[in-house]
């Protein structure tokens, strides 16, 4: 059983939705921090334009899960919707706007919503956990440049794969500069990295092929 794990993020990559499709079982990260500058509330069009949730002043280093939406002054649903349905219109992305129009408070309400979405199009049956919900998963920090100071992921990550019942860890092309597999050998489990080819626009791109 190929298990793999990635952040909540708003409108997936494609290079994360072939990762996914590559596996069984999908660990969604919803505690590890947020952090500023990421893909956690933003992704961009094909014109490069950013497309972004706002989120709340001073959430930079919390749990996702607990990273609210902020309310500015001025509409940003609208807008939003407006340019998906004109980049890529159709039917799964009127739902995925249904979405974006709920007064979600949380961050990840939103996005996990939309990946229910996204993932029942496009690898329905993979199996989705959260970090959350299992015991291996308790906050960890979301970057840093101390290896060492990363390890500890390795181990709750290993400890998640295990209690899913997975055999192989199917970790992004950046696990290589953080990932220890001693933890994922000592409980039988083979570390795999996965690398996406060609461009990696947003996962509505992968729908209206």
């Known amino acids: ?11 997936l990559a494609a290079s994360i939705i072939t990762k996914i499709r590559a596996s069984d079982a999908l660990i969604l990260l919803d505690e590890v921090q947020y952090t500023k ?12 334009r950013w497309l972004t949730v706002p989120v709340e002043k001073h959430c930079a280093f919390k749990a996702i899960n607990r990273v609210r939406i902020g309310q500015p002054e001025k509409d ?18 009127e739902r995925i706007c249904g979405e ?3 007064p979600y408070g949380l961050l990840v309400g939103l996005n ?7 993932l029942g199009e496009l690898t329905p049956d993979v199996q989705v956990a959260f970090q959350s919900h299992l015991e291996g998963g308790h906050t960890v920090p979301a ?3 101390d290896r060492e100071a990363l390890k500890p992921i390795s181990y709750r ?29 000592q409980r039988g489990i083979a570390v ?12 509505l791109s992968l729908i209206a092929q």
């Open 1 to 11: 059983m190929i298990v793999t794990a990635h952040q909540p993020n708003f409108l």
């Open 37 to 48: 500058n990421g893909w956690t509330n933003r992704n961009r069009l094909p014109d490069d």
């Open 76 to 93: 940003w649903r609208k807008p939003l919707v407006n340019d998906l349905l004109t980049t890529w219109p159709g039917a799964v992305t």
């Open 100 to 102: 974006i129009m709920r």
């Open 112 to 118: 996990v919503a939309i990946l229910d979405i996204v």
């Open 143 to 145: 970057v840093s440049d």
């Open 157 to 185: 990550i290993a400890h998640m794969v295990a209690e899913l019942g997975g055999d192989v860890y199917l970790s992004g092309p950046s696990g290589k500069k953080y990932l220890s597999e001693e933890p994922f050998a």
């Open 192 to 203: 795999e990295y996965w690398e996406h080819s060609g461009d990696n626009p947003c996962a």
